[in-house]
């Protein structure tokens, strides 16, 4: 029988890593609802995220860093973790215009498996050419010491919880909050509008005369910074190795979005929260069978709910 | 297990038109078509093959002063990946279906091969029994797989795969030993142990590329060939490559396609068992990694695409791009990059970017293309395959 205690870490340290999940599924989701196009280098967008906060911070924070031999030894408030907040999905953004215009748009036409196949080679370059240039080593996890001045590097007492350590209580507090803004500005602006009505029928827009391909660029690299955010937020709590692209991204990410039902941001959100339910709740009871049954999880998912929790069933069959 | 696939498409033969065989052509392709030349063909590129790899590479490399020549093992681990290749071309490039998830049955064959060896280490029944289980486990797994297509289909064939990988990695470990895998696996050798698979086939020091491994190796991959062109050239054959082009023109020709796609992919987990049995057997070791992990679904897809999806042994090129440039250009060291090292898979997937990017019937269509170009452009069809054949014997 579980304690009162195990069971809401569980809950914690399941919505910690569904949101994580959730960041990276929305990004898939949005770029392959509106396009119809698979980006199997969605991972390594999540890869360039932890490995650019990482060299942020370490360069901003560290006493070996390059602010500290300018001579600046502190900017305020351990500002290394928040340059990298702004810094990260900065060049996501940028990373995901260029993969839009020159990766994705020449493969719009072109069979889905030969859009596999070319992001799959993508990542395979990107994994490469990280292990080439900073060394296929492991990174420890760059978690701030403080942030605003706050102390986020001891764990703190909650109700029915225990100790918790804050500074993943405070993770939960932000990657909800970027996938609160996601959420509104898909749903609730023009933007997202387009976004929407593209997923449904990407011609009838064009028809109406609204410029399709400036929200194709945008979504893309709306996806891609969220996913280079995520890698920054994973960074922080786990090691950083040139295969989390793959291992801690990608994979998840897809089976977010089959969960959760192709092109649907709700269902992102949703399918993240399910699978870091349960990735929480075996590796806190049963660790070895964690991951097994994860994926048997969405198997059955697909055999007896193709169309996810919120999808419609038709994107990308 | 191929006599099986034969008799299958015999019987489909007499429920459909006999005279669908071919594409009809001129008399050169119709000889291309038939079983017997085909075989030969690939028998004599088979027997000149290590000489041309790892003996006149090796030649030239001393010349120009790079050790391009490579290993003495290098024949035949790209015969065995050509073997896997094959077969995972007949669902990708013919029918359509891309899986992720092949690993699982390379690497399921892998290690029963290697369990097995050692109650008997009789490399035949290795092979028999890696490749059953192979079978076996392809069954259910293309079963639920095939229901769903597109993406879908990639994803739960991943999904199976991983699932088979973590098994394998933490709960199964008291079968497959975890993370440790199996090292020095022992097969006895062809003839009750009186060919170790170590020993020459020729008595001449020269080709000491020519081992008992490679010889057997060589032999399954006729079999390979000569079951893949039957199945190609076969009314079976051509529903497949009907389910590739349109799966729903199949369906409404009352075809039942489910069946049709399970096959496919039973077919290639086939292939993928014969081969993962044989890389035990002549690598001597499988771990997780090498077997069970999505990269190494992945490398087929690489190997198969970089080869090229149109022709029945195009996609044995890419395995011999893939696995010459792991084992080798991986080793040389460039008088002004240095060594090569570790960029080897970066490179890799750059040459499989623009591969998929310009060449979308890889290196072998890419040569067919151009071969029918030198050959006077706008030549007939059957002319211009031709030298296409001609073109890869002599690059085998």
Do not use: C
């Given at each position: ?7 809401a ?47 942020v911070f370490?360069e ?37 215009l ?6 994705a ?14 992001t ?17 080593n ?20 909650l109700?029915f919880v225990?100790?918790f350590?804050s ?10 909050l ?9 749903e ?31 979504v893309?690299?709306?996806?891609a910074?969220l ?27 897809f ?10 941001v ?22 070895q ?19 996810g ?9 | ?13 007499e429920?459909?038109e006999?005279?669908?065989?071919g ?19 690939s ?8 000489f ?13 002063g790079?050790?391009?020549?490579g ?6 681990l ?17 029918t ?40 076996l ?49 022992e097969a ?29 190796a ?9 079951v ?8 079976y ?7 590739g ?5 199949v369906?409404f ?17 086939i ?20 077997g069970?992990y999505?990269?190494?679904?992945g ?8 080869g ?9 090129f890419?395995a011999?791009?893939?696995e010459?440039?792991?084992n080798?250009?991986s ?11 570790s ?5 890799l997937?750059?040459?499989?970017v623009t ?25 007939e ?11 890869g014997?002599e690059r085998?």
């Open positions: 029988m579980l304690l009162q205690s195990e069971i870490s569980i809950l914690l340290n399941g919505l910690q890593q569904g949101a994580i999940y959730a960041l990276l599924g929305i990004g898939l989701t949005i770029i392959l609802g509106t396009m119809e196009f698979l980006n199997l280098a969605h991972g390594a967008l999540y890869l360039v995220g932890a490995y650019v906060g990482l060299i370490q901003t924070t560290l006493s070996n860093g390059f602010l500290y031999s300018a001579g600046i030894t502190s900017i305020g408030f351990e500002g290394g973790f928040l340059a990298a907040i702004v810094l990260v999905p900065i060049v996501g953004f940028g990373l995901g260029l993969m839009e215009r020159f990766v748009e020449p493969f719009y036409d072109r069979p889905e498996t030969d859009q596999l196949l070319v799959f080679g993508l990542a395979l370059i990107v994994e490469e050419t990280v292990k080439n240039v900073i060394g296929g492991t990174f420890q996890s760059i978690a701030p010491s403080t942030l605003f001045g706050v102390n986020v590097s001891q764990p703190i007492q109700p225990g100790l350590p500074w993943r209580l405070l993770i939960i507090v932000i990657t909800f970027v996938i609160g803004v996601t959420y509104l500005a898909i609730r602006t023009d933007f997202g509008l387009v976004v929407q009505a593209g997923t449904r029928d990407s011609e009838m827009v064009r028809l109406l005369g609204i410029k399709i391909n400036r929200s194709y660029s945008l893309f690299a709306l996806g910074a996913a280079a955010f995520a890698g920054l937020i994973g960074a922080s709590i786990q090691t950083v190795s040139p295969q989390i692209g793959t291992d801690q991204a990608l994979i998840p990410a089976l977010t979005i089959v969960v959760g039902g192709a092109g649907s709700r269902g992102a959100i949703a399918g993240g929260m399910v699978l870091g339910l349960i990735i929480s709740a075996m590796t806190q009871t049963y660790s069978w964690a991951q097994i049954v994860l994926y048997l999880f969405v198997a059955l998912m697909l055999v007896f709910r193709p169309e929790l919120f999808g419609t069933g038709e994107v990308g069959e | 297990m191929s006599d099986e696939v034969a008799t299958d498409g015999g019987a489909v033969v429920s459909e006999p005279a669908s065989g594409s009809g052509g001129s008399a050169l392709s119709r000889l291309r078509e038939r079983d017997d030349f085909v075989v030969v063909a028998a004599a590129a088979l027997v000149v093959f290590p041309l790899l790892v003996d006149v590479l090796g030649a030239v490399g001393d010349v120009i790079l050790s391009i020549g290993y003495t093992g290098l024949p035949s790209v015969l065995i990946y050509g073997i896997i290749v094959i077969g995972f071309n007949l669902l990708l490039g013919y359509g279906l891309l899986s992720f998830g092949h690993a699982a049955f390379f690497g399921s064959a892998a290690y029963s091969a290697a369990l097995f060896s050692q109650i008997v280490p009789s490399p035949l029944l290795m092979v028999v029994v890696g490749t059953l289980v192979a079978t486990l392809a069954w259910p797994i293309g079963f639920v797989s095939i229901r769903r297509s597109g993406v879908y289909f990639a994803v739960l064939t991943l999904t199976f795969g991983q699932a088979l990988y973590f098994y394998a990695l933490g709960p199964g470990s008291w079968l497959t030993n975890g993370d440790n895998g199996f090292s020095n696996i006895d050798g062809l003839f009750l142990g009186a060919l170790p698979f170590d020993a020459q086939l020729t008595p001449l020091p020269i080709l000491d590329s020519y081992t008992v491994m490679y010889g057997f060589a032999i399954a991959m006729l079999v390979a060939i000569w893949g062109n039957r199945i190609i050239n076969s009314p054959g051509l529903i497949f490559e009907a389910l082009e349109n799966e729903e023109r369906e020709v009352g075809l039942n396609v489910f069946r049709y796609k399970l096959m496919a992919f039973v077919i290639s987990a292939f993928a068992g014969v081969g993962g049995a044989l890389f035990v057997i002549h690598e001597q070791y499988i771990h997780p990694t090498t069970l999505w990269i190494q679904s490398d087929f897809v690489i190997m198969t695409v970089l090229g999806t149109g022709s029945l042994v195009g996609p044995v890419g011999l791009v893939f010459y440039v792991a080798v250009v080793g040389v060291s460039l008088p002004a990059i240095g060594s090569i090292g960029l080897w898979r970066f490179v997937g750059a040459v499989f591969i998929v990017w310009v060449f979308p019937r890889g290196i072998y269509g890419a040569f067919a293309d151009l071969a029918a170009l030198v050959n006077g452009g706008g030549g069809g059957g002319d211009s395959t031709d030298p296409a054949a001609t073109d014997g085998e």
